[in-house]
């Protein structure tokens, strides 16, 4: 039920309606029986730094930025975290009691603990990491690996000239750059493969990408989720690789969120996972 006291958040996006966000917080709001809702904020470009600053004059707590306005909540925000500078982007506002807005990034901290909870006995400190891709996704999983204490991260992306860019902005020492047509050979002596690309989405291309250099102890973690086993980790889970799914990053990146927002620190479980992914199954 919800009252004149309910506590309101949501997510600003547009498109917005393909966001999966309002039935993973909606279903924490359910379980929780907390007075509040979440609901989809379409919000067009142009219109994004005026929506934003009225947050806390509407009584919102705060809201999930998605694409296109992450590069653009960095500016609109009042007060930035450490990581979300470095990533270069903004999923995660949190309106202060004065009224100022405080924004995070929350996607490195739902790759990680994926994978912390899918892989536990997983070593950071075990081997270098592979990262395919140089986006936004590619940029917090790096930043999570770094953070994590991983040695060096081998970043390759089918445009050379983004993932240079990538590597300078993060950490040139501790980012290796390799180009695409090595990509295979790349996998060597690594401890983990992260695919973060669309790569293997359903609507996409395939990712194509030789297993046989990978040490078979390394662990192989696709952050798509649609389809939620890819062809990588099948050919992974074939070869006796620990693989991990990416349903779990899109989870768990809501925990800090709904803390903020409602008060009370949500758990991803199998009933939560099962029915977002009845959810996903339908659309991206």
Request: hydrophobic content about 50%; glycine content about 10%; aromatic content about 6%.
């Amino acid at each position: 039920m919800i009252t004149g006291r309910a506590k309101l958040a949501g997510v600003m996006g547009w498109p917005v309606g393909h966001s999966l966000s309002p039935l993973l917080h909606g279903y924490w709001l359910s379980t929780h029986a907390i007075d509040g809702a979440y609901v989809p904020l379409a919000v067009k470009p142009e219109d994004f730094a005026e929506a934003v600053r009225m947050l806390p004059k509407l009584g919102i707590a705060g809201a999930n930025v998605t694409i296109p306005h992450k590069q653009a909540a960095l500016a609109a925000c009042d007060e930035l975290d450490d990581v979300a500078v470095r990533i270069g982007a903004v999923n995660t506002i949190v309106v202060r009691r004065d009224g100022r807005l405080w924004g995070t990034n929350t996607d490195a901290y739902g790759f990680l603990e994926n994978l912390k909870a899918k892989h536990p006995t997983w070593d950071a400190g075990a081997g270098p990491a592979v990262v395919i891709g140089a986006g936004g996704a590619a940029r917090a999983v790096v930043v999570a690996l770094l953070d994590a204490g991983v040695p060096a991260v081998r970043l390759t992306n089918r445009s050379r000239e983004r993932a240079d860019a990538l590597a300078n902005d993060l950490d040139a020492k501790k980012i290796e750059v390799t180009d695409w047509d090595l990509r295979n050979v790349a996998l060597a002596g690594a401890g983990l493969l992260v695919n973060a690309t669309s790569l293997g989405m359903t609507g996409q291309p395939e990712l194509d990408l030789d297993l046989a250099h990978l040490p078979k102890e390394a662990a192989v973690y696709d952050i798509v989720y649609v389809p939620l086993e890819t062809d990588l980790l099948k050919a992974a889970k074939a070869a006796g690789h620990p693989v991990i799914d990416g349903i779990g990053m899109l989870l768990h990146q809501a925990r800090p969120g709904f803390a903020a927002w409602f008060g009370i620190e949500p758990t991803v479980d199998q009933a939560l996972t099962t029915y977002v992914l009845t959810a996903a199954g339908a659309g991206t």
